[in-house]
């Protein structure tokens, strides 16, 4: 297992290939892609701006695979998360978890992805074509005109 | 007793600056004094505001808090002073 907070994310396949060949108990893969969304109430999303407190975010992370492992039994699970600027339509990050059965990979990878976006101090500024917000837990947000 | 204070994201944008000393005077400080005095040297109410809500998250020298704990601040300690997650 294994979280980052990156540049430039791996290439999905390879991620795949590498925890594929962790284990041959492995019967199921599931994978999240995160995508910065090319609309936003503000209008047309040109990039998104994340920041992480990276000692902390790092740490989180991997309390929230551990115990993720621990609670389903899955077998691996890899995070990869984007930091600094993220243009619209690129990816954001990667979930992917390997476990012997899906029933247990789809729970896990809901957890992971939940968690991460509630507990991890990471944090994204949405830049539109007509201004800027940061982006709040839930959704909300104050708008600010780009600088 | 000196204390270094370090801010992001939004919270860092609305305060206006990244980080700030402060000297608390001889005694260990209570959390929510020292947010006061962040708020009270910026003239600004909104560091507190943020602590009643409950909408941020605060470490003390890299370890998250709760912050309902009755913490107690010392000379040298690092506060970072942190909006709501929102990555993914």
């Known amino acids: ?147 | 007793m000196r204390i270094y204070v370090k801010f992001y994201a939004k919270i860092r944008d609305e305060i206006g600056i990244d980080h700030m000393f402060l000297d608390m005077g001889n005694n260990p400080s209570r959390l929510i004094e020292v947010i006061r005095e962040i708020d009270r040297r910026m003239n600004k109410k909104i560091i507190e505001e943020y602590y009643v809500r409950r909408r941020l998250l605060i470490s003390i020298n890299d370890t998250l808090i709760d912050i309902d704990d009755d913490i107690l601040l010392r000379d040298g300690d690092k506060i970072d002073i942190m909006p709501l997650p929102s990555g993914g």
Not at chain 1, 55 to 73: P, S, W
Not at chain 1, 125 to 143: A, D, F, L, P, Q
């Open chain 1, 1 to 147: 297992m294994y979280a980052s907070i990156t540049d430039k994310l791996s290439k999905l396949d390879k991620l795949i290939g590498k925890i594929k060949e962790g284990s041959e108990e492995i019967g199921a893969i599931l994978v999240f892609i995160g995508v910065v969304r090319g609309i936003s109430p503000l209008g047309k999303v040109i990039r998104l701006e994340y920041e992480a407190h990276e000692k902390l975010a790092q740490n989180k992370l991997n309390e929230i695979l551990h115990d993720v492992k621990t609670k389903y039994g899955i077998i691996d699970a890899i995070v990869e998360h984007r930091k600094g600027s993220v243009s619209r339509g690129e990816d954001i990050v990667y979930v992917v978890v390997a476990s012997r059965y899906r029933k247990e990979g789809f729970k896990a990878l809901i957890e992971i992805v939940e968690r991460l976006k509630r507990e991890v101090p990471i944090w994204k500024k949405e830049v539109t074509e007509h201004g800027y917000r940061w982006i709040e837990e839930g959704g909300s947000s104050n708008n600010k005109d780009e600088e």
